[in-house]
């Protein structure tokens, strides 16, 4: 009720991007799942219906239960990739569990629990079948995409750029001009609260850029200052303006203060130009 009241508070004042945030945001999730071992030479590879549905089961299970949970938004696609912004530090986690041998045995462990041999017609399909990471990002009405590879970082201000196997979504467009002392709005998986169509919706205010910020030894410089409220989860989420228009996104969260930072239109949208200007970024386009 409290986002819905939102929602029609928005549309009355005369914001009517809502759209515009909801077709370029992106539920990022980690998680284990069931696949097909291409390298595994089976002696009987015959599979029954039943055994599939016991499978897609224990698959479906485990993506409920996803090991990361945060925010990104499209900033570039072509006919066949789309580009997401997150931050770099979810980008290291899912770099740390796609890759990680802790996280592969992990996996082994899980399968091994998850599936016994006797609850199958064909007993060999526990070998057939192992349990792998996987990364997908969910559009804001809940399709979802799987992420290929993480194509670009930026360490110094926080900002990843990750890869989807397909096209989809409306990029964003960036503010030109600071967004001091300007209306902001979000939508943001904040504390890993996502459901497909109904993504909070929060409205704040973007204060001056900080000069400076230490956290966890990372020193970032030149970020907005947000009176925007949120928790883990949020992280790469973009902030916009009355307009639309990005004016940055979120990094980092002073829970205790109601407050939130993150990088401005102007370091992110520098920093994507230069990933373009790569043999990498050569097939993309940002939007102007």
Same mark, same amino acid.
């Given at each position: 009720?409290?986002?819905?009241?939102?929602?029609?508070?928005?549309?009355?004042?005369?914001?009517?991007?809502?759209?515009?945030?909801?077709?370029?945001?992106?539920?990022?999730?980690?998680?284990?799942?069931?696949?097909?071992?291409?390298?595994?030479?089976?002696?009987?590879?015959?599979?029954?219906p039943?055994?599939?549905?016991?499978?897609?089961?224990?698959?479906?299970?485990?993506?409920?239960?996803?090991?990361?949970?945060?925010?990104?938004?499209?900033?570039?696609?072509n006919?066949?990739?789309?580009?997401?912004?997150?931050?770099?530090?979810?980008? @290291?986690?899912?770099?740390?569990?796609?890759?990680?041998?802790?996280?592969?045995?992990?996996?082994?462990?899980?399968?091994?629990?998850?599936?016994?041999?006797?609850?199958?017609?064909?007993? @060999?399909?526990?070998?057939i079948?192992?349990?792998?990471?996987?990364?997908?990002?969910?559009?804001?009405?809940?399709?979802?995409?799987?992420?290929?590879?993480?194509?670009?970082?930026?360490?110094?201000?926080?900002?990843?750029?990750?890869?989807?196997?397909?096209?989809?979504?409306?990029?964003?467009?960036?503010?030109?001009?600071?967004c001091?002392?300007?209306?902001?709005?979000?939508?943001?998986?904040?504390?890993?609260?996502?459901?497909?169509?109904?993504?909070?919706?929060? @409205?704040?205010?973007?204060?001056?850029?900080?000069?400076?910020?230490?956290?966890?030894?990372?020193?970032?410089?030149?970020?907005?200052?947000y009176?925007?409220?949120?928790?883990?989860?949020?992280?790469?989420?973009?902030?916009?303006?009355?307009?639309?228009?990005?004016c940055?996104?979120?990094?980092?969260?002073?829970?205790?203060?109601?407050?939130?930072?993150?990088?401005?239109?102007?370091?992110?949208?520098?920093?994507?130009?230069?990933?373009?200007?790569?043999?990498?970024?050569?097939?993309?386009?940002?939007?102007?």
């Amino acid at each position: 009720m409290k986002y819905l009241l939102l929602f029609l508070t928005l549309t009355l004042l005369g914001f009517d991007n809502i759209k515009t945030m909801q077709d370029s945001f992106g539920f990022i999730k980690a998680y284990f799942a069931i696949q097909y071992d291409e390298n595994y030479a089976c002696k009987n590879c015959m599979i029954f219906p039943r055994d599939m549905e016991i499978l897609e089961k224990i698959s479906e299970e485990f993506s409920k239960s996803p090991y990361i949970k945060s925010s990104s938004f499209v900033v570039a696609k072509n006919e066949n990739k789309t580009l997401v912004s997150t931050s770099m530090h979810v980008c @290291e986690s899912l770099q740390e569990f796609t890759q990680e041998k802790r996280f592969k045995t992990l996996a082994d462990r899980l399968m091994a629990e998850a599936v016994k041999s006797d609850l199958f017609l064909n007993s @060999e399909i526990v070998k057939i079948y192992r349990l792998v990471p996987k990364m997908s990002v969910q559009e804001f009405e809940g399709k979802l995409h799987y992420l290929t590879q993480v194509k670009h970082t930026d360490t110094d201000n926080d900002i990843c750029l990750v890869e989807s196997e397909d096209a989809w979504g409306t990029p964003v467009k960036f503010a030109k001009s600071p967004c001091y002392y300007e209306k902001i709005y979000n939508i943001s998986a904040s504390g890993g609260q996502y459901d497909k169509g109904t993504v909070a919706l929060r @409205e704040g205010i973007c204060n001056h850029t900080v000069d400076e910020v230490v956290v966890e030894d990372k020193i970032f410089r030149y970020h907005h200052l947000y009176t925007l409220s949120v928790l883990p989860g949020a992280s790469g989420s973009a902030v916009f303006n009355k307009k639309g228009e990005v004016c940055g996104n979120i990094n980092i969260s002073y829970q205790k203060l109601g407050l939130s930072l993150g990088a401005t239109s102007r370091i992110i949208s520098s920093s994507y130009y230069n990933f373009l200007q790569t043999r990498q970024g050569s097939s993309y386009v940002l939007s102007e």
